[in-house]
């Protein structure tokens, strides 16, 4: 990689791969340089004594590394440590400048020093390099953090069922438990992912937390099909999901030219069949939000007909349905009523 001689020369190699990691990593020179002094004072405070003081002076322009035994300039009769301490007399003979508590450095020439350096110098590369490559990684992750990626499937887990995929930044675990009940993948496989939580690994990259059973995953699927809810036309008001199951999805328009429902839906269904091709089979309905709660609550019923929404007080109402639309109105399991009641905000009473 690169050689330091008897004399502190280094090789020019070594100084061109840290301008190449600053340009391609955006890792500082400086820094690189000063973590690189440390571990090289570390690497050779090893080889002349564990409680030797060492500074390593790197110097670019000149591309040469100089190392320094520092000690500490105490009484002639308070010398305990010779390879740290220096007694005041001897300073004073090396230099009438030396004071008492100062420090006097002797530079040491080593042959030793040139394998160090280059072990403790290409350490110090590599770490840093998968540093950066971490930090990069996490950046970009929480640039994208409550957004939809398409990712490639790389590897599938036949035992926990857990799918490995390339997301273009890195590769992420989508575990079993963040996929959609009873969809399967095959390797190759392009998918789309909610990324819902970043976390900074301390050596194996970013956490990155990908789902496919959160709700805002359908509330982003929406936002990428309908134009008019990326420019602010349509509003997404709340959604309520159960994943695998069914999602409600209340929406509202800001002009009043433009159905927020419809919209959602699309020409003869492609909107709302895009959306619903990436969620397995999962239902879909798309609820016209009203800031009438007893209205709100009877669209959000859909697909039961509603005869009748009374309200107790703020947060409970008494709904009326027909015979033959209860156990519509309830769902089966009562997934129906449940998830009105998350979307809405609502205790609900269903009665025939």
Do not use: W
């Not at 791969?17 to 690497?43: F, P, R, V, W």
């Not at 995929?165 to 890195?170: A, K, N, Q, R, S």
């Not at 109402?317 to 905000?345: F, H, M, W, Y």
């Amino acid at each position: 990689m690169y050689h330091g001689g008897y004399n502190g020369k280094m090789n020019a190699e070594f100084f061109n791969a840290l301008d190449l990691l600053e340009k391609e990593n955006g890792i500082s020179k400086e820094y690189m340089i000063s973590q690189i002094e440390l571990a090289l004072a570390n690497a050779c405070r090893k080889e002349v004594g564990a409680s030797t003081i060492i500074r390593v002076q790197l110097d670019p322009n000149k591309k040469d590394m100089r190392v320094f035994q520092q000690r500490k300039v105490v009484p002639d009769d308070e010398v305990y440590d010779e390879k740290c301490e220096i007694g005041y007399t001897a300073a004073k003979a090396l230099s009438r400048r030396h004071k008492m508590g100062g420090v006097v450095e002797t530079e040491l020439k080593t042959k030793d020093f040139r394998r160090l350096s280059a072990q403790a110098g290409k350490q110090m590369i590599v770490q840093a390099i998968r540093t950066a490559e971490r930090e990069r990684q996490t950046k970009e992750y929480e640039n994208k953090k409550e957004e939809i990626i398409t990712a490639i499937v790389d590897k599938v887990d036949t035992v926990n069922g857990n799918a490995i995929l390339d997301t273009g930044t890195g590769y992420a675990t989508l575990i079993r438990e963040e996929q959609i009940p009873g969809e399967s993948f095959e390797v190759g496989d392009r998918i789309k992912v909610f990324i819902s939580e970043v976390k900074s690994g301390e050596t194996r990259g970013p956490i990155v937390t990908l789902s496919r059973v959160h709700p805002n995953f359908v509330k982003r699927l929406f936002e990428l099909e309908v134009p008019e809810i990326m420019d602010g036309t349509i509003l997404i008001k709340g959604v309520a999901r159960e994943a695998g199951m069914r999602t409600k999805i209340a929406v509202e328009s800001r002009d009043e030219n433009v159905d927020a429902v419809g919209s959602c839906i699309g020409k003869n269904g492609m909107r709302i069949s895009a959306i619903l091709s990436e969620l397995s089979g999962e239902k879909v309905d798309v609820i016209k939000y009203s800031d009438d709660l007893a209205e709100y609550v009877a669209e959000a019923l859909s697909p039961a007909k509603v005869l009748d929404v009374y309200l107790e007080d703020e947060r409970t109402c008494r709904v009326t349905v027909s015979p033959d639309q209860l156990s519509l109105a309830i769902g089966k399991e009562g997934r129906n009523a449940k998830l009105v009641a998350r979307l809405t905000g609502c205790k609900i009473d269903i009665k025939a």
